[in-house]
């Protein structure tokens, strides 16, 4: 019943921006850890940014430390992604997650959106 969707991915050339929203609902989230996962063909699923949902903490992968911004709006249970400066390197499927812990593992996270596709051109 708890839901996890992911909106805002397309096609963008290298340099320009892009905002992904993940809609949440099913159970309230106080006390949880917010999460965006990217994977890219061929590669492993990668920990991008992280939000605390009650104090909004945040926590960034180094990839991408200067360029994306993590943000929620408590009154319309949504995360956000805001991605500046994107680079083909940035392109992947994204996935919303969220979890218990203050976590960049998988297997923390226990619920999963069904992912967007970010495509950066050269």
């Known amino acids: 019943q708890v839901q996890l969707v992911e909106s805002g991915g397309g096609l963008v050339q290298a340099g320009g921006s892009l905002r992904l929203s993940c809609a949440a609902s099913?159970?309230?989230?106080?006390?949880?850890?917010m999460a965006w996962f990217r994977q890219a063909p061929g590669k492993e699923r990668e920990f991008v940014a992280r939000i605390s949902w009650t104090g909004g903490s945040t926590y960034y992968a180094d990839s991408v430390k200067g360029r994306f911004t993590i943000s929620r709006d408590k009154s319309k249970n949504t995360v956000y992604l805001q991605m500046y400066s994107l680079k083909p390197e940035d392109t992947a499927v994204y996935y919303c997650?969220?979890?218990?812990?203050?976590?960049?593992?998988?297997?923390?996270?226990?619920?999963w959106g069904q992912g967007t596709q970010v495509t950066v051109s050269a």
């Open positions: 997650a969220a979890g218990p812990y203050a976590s960049t593992l998988l297997d923390n996270f226990n619920y």
């Open positions: 099913g159970r309230t989230f106080n006390g949880y850890y």
